[in-house]
């Protein structure tokens, strides 16, 4: 795709607790900057960029002395306003994505509809509450905040694992590549994949 039609978003978020900027072009190369102030949702959120071949730059100050909440979810919020003004009118693109990722023992599923209606089923159970100094139950915080700011259906799936860093890099780097799928433009496609003419 020609570099004048990628699709690019930029928002800013800013409250009492966080301050939030996101700039994501979903037509990337997988190039990040990523600086939210907690490590391990650093390199997350690599996984997203890389395995998506989404540019992503996240820029996050949040009230982390108190917890690491508001921020995660917060950074949700806006990563999911970015893919909803990114995808724009969503004519061409596929919208289904679903893809299965093996972490050493661990096994991963993501699926995602584009669907304009949000929702989301997460299945996932961590064996260890923190990861690094993050508490894994915010995960699904943030995944929520993905899919309804973003309007998109996301069932996750662990299938099963021992890990916990693996089980849920493992959900990163599925849900990366499930929504490169869904995104993808596909010219045979008329329009919308809806018989409705729009989602």
Same mark, same amino acid.
């Given at each position: ?69 508001? +921020? ?80 998109? +259906? ?9 890990? +916990? ?29 809806? +018989?409705?003419?729009?989602?």
């Amino acid at each position: 795709m020609n570099s004048n039609n990628h699709r690019k978003s930029s928002i800013s978020r800013n409250t009492f607790e966080t301050s939030i900027s996101v700039d994501m072009d979903i037509d990337g190369e997988g190039k990040y900057s990523i600086d939210t102030g907690i490590g391990f949702l650093d390199h997350m959120l690599t996984m997203i960029s890389k395995h998506g071949m989404i540019d992503l730059n996240v820029k996050a100050n949040g009230d982390l002395n108190v917890d690491f909440h508001h +921020t995660v979810e917060d950074i949700g919020i806006v990563i999911g306003k970015c893919i909803k003004e990114a995808l724009g009118d969503k004519k061409h693109i596929k919208r289904y994505g679903t893809f299965f990722i093996p972490m050493d023992e661990s096994l991963e599923m993501i699926s995602i509809d584009l669907s304009g209606r949000p929702y989301l089923v997460f299945d996932a159970d961590f064996k260890s509450q923190k990861v690094g100094d993050m508490d894994t139950e915010l995960i699904e915080e943030f995944f929520r905040a993905v899919a309804f700011n973003s309007d998109m +259906t996301l069932h996750v799936k662990s299938l099963y694992g021992k890990n +916990t860093h693996h089980v849920i890099e493992g959900i990163f780097k599925a849900f990366g590549h499930a929504f490169r799928e869904a995104y993808t433009i596909d010219n045979e496609i008329n329009g919308v994949m809806s +018989t409705k003419g729009t989602i």
